[in-house]
């Protein structure tokens, strides 16, 4: 067994799209239409063959609520790693990008949280 | 005038320290709790994981505790005890496991024992064979034979980098 798809629920697909690839520098890997919504994904361009990242439509309310609850509480849906967080973190706020958590230093860890427009806290981590 | 001045900033002052407050999530709030913690003194912390990580790098050269210390600027005897309150182990158990973990994969590709001895570190067979038998129950040999046998795959270990807490 491998893990192959992992998932962030966005509130919309198409604006989710251009914010991981314009912004965040994935890149696109698979979309397949179904019906109102599609099974779309991206990966890193340095791990393209490795976890897809599925933009994951809401269908159900109850997503919504979950979604809402977690965002105001500030608790990031998922994580990626950098190399680099203060080159990454002034990258993102140069273009724009909201953080939650300025690069806070955890032990062997780094991490920062940024506000991925679709309706969550992401955070990126360096260890 | 200097009254209306005063509670003007008194103002400001109030809605900085409300708008502060309301600006830190929830989340931001744990990190920093669970730092102040677990993580209290950053540079000594960060010193030990360097070690740690220094005998990743280098666990196949001829390195002993002075080359391990100094590599995180520390004196031998606070190190050992730093360390072993961190990982729950003394940096000689720590070095001398990677090594025996690094050889019984090694073992699994079919490369020969005598060659591994050199590969993952250790001076002389003799001092290689010994532990690998005290560590794992069997002699390497022995070891690669019933790998072969068997047809099993060692789990790796995944490279960890969260300590022992």
Redesign the interface.
């Known amino acids: 067994m491998k893990i192959k798809v992992t998932s962030v629920m966005v509130d919309n697909q198409d604006k989710a799209l251009k914010f991981y690839t314009e912004i965040l520098g994935f890149v696109k890997k698979t979309e397949i239409p179904l019906g109102e919504h599609k099974w779309l994904t991206v990966v890193s361009p340095e791990a393209p063959d490795e976890v897809e990242l599925l933009l994951e439509p809401m269908g159900i309310e109850a997503a919504k609520v979950f979604q809402k609850a977690l965002y105001s509480a500030g608790i990031p849906l998922t994580a990626f790693n950098v190399d680099d967080i203060q080159k990454e973190y002034e990258r993102l706020e140069k273009l724009g990008v909201k953080f939650s958590m300025k690069p806070t230093k955890m032990g062997p860890a780094t991490l920062a949280v940024f506000d991925d427009t679709c309706g969550n806290n992401i955070q990126i981590v360096q260890v | 005038m200097t009254r209306k001045l005063r509670l003007g900033l008194k103002d400001i002052y109030n809605r900085f320290l409300t708008n502060k407050k309301f ?1 830190m ?4 709030q744990q ?2 709790k ?2 102040e913690e ?2 209290s003194n ?1 540079d000594l ?2 010193r030990v ?1 360097e070690a740690k990580s220094f005998i990743d790098k280098n666990y196949f050269k001829d390195i002993d505790l002075n080359d391990i210390a100094r590599a995180a600027c520390f004196s031998k005897y606070h190190f050992l005890r730093l360390f072993k309150n961190t990982y729950d182990k003394t940096p000689n158990q720590y070095l001398r496991e990677l090594r025996i973990e690094k050889a019984k994969q090694l073992l699994h590709s079919g490369i020969p024992v005598i060659d591994i001895c050199n590969t993952v570190g250790f001076d002389s067979p003799s001092s290689f064979t010994g532990l690998f038998k005290k560590m794992t129950g069997s002699t390497p040999t022995a070891y690669q034979a019933k790998l072969k046998k068997s047809n099993l795959i060692p789990t790796p270990i995944p490279l960890k ?3 022992y807490l």
């Open positions: 600006e999530t929830f989340y931001h990190i920093l669970f730092k677990l993580y950053e912390y960060q994981v980098y969260m300590p």
